[in-house]
């Protein structure tokens, strides 16, 4: 009787352990998981690359809305296209403007 209760204490400390190493492995691999999506997240965020890209967005936005707004007040195409020519003319200062951040 007293071998019979000793394995079944032995059994039930083994189950415990084993559902405590399961445990710690599912949070191990939990913590890893979110580890590495918040790794991708700030490489991604940090790539100049992607920085550019948002850069090149926004400039060609304002500069779409520019010409938007030139024709909604204006109603005349011949404004629209000088207003385009002017852009055109201004790109190389305002990409300038735009893209070289890193050295201010």
Avoid: C, H, N
């Amino acid at each position: 009787m007293a071998r019979a209760a000793r394995e079944a204490q032995t059994a039930a400390e083994r189950d415990a352990r084993q559902q405590e190493r399961e445990r710690q492995a599912a949070s191990r691999a939990r913590q890893e998981s979110r580890s590495r999506l918040w790794r991708r997240v700030r490489i991604w965020q940090r790539m100049p690359s992607s920085r550019r890209r948002d850069t090149g967005k926004l400039l060609g936005a304002t500069v779409l809305v520019v010409l938007v707004l030139a024709y909604t007040f204006t109603r005349s195409v011949k404004v629209v296209v000088g207003v385009a020519f002017i852009l055109l003319i201004a790109s190389p200062v305002l990409i300038k403007f735009s893209f070289d951040r890193g050295r201010r």
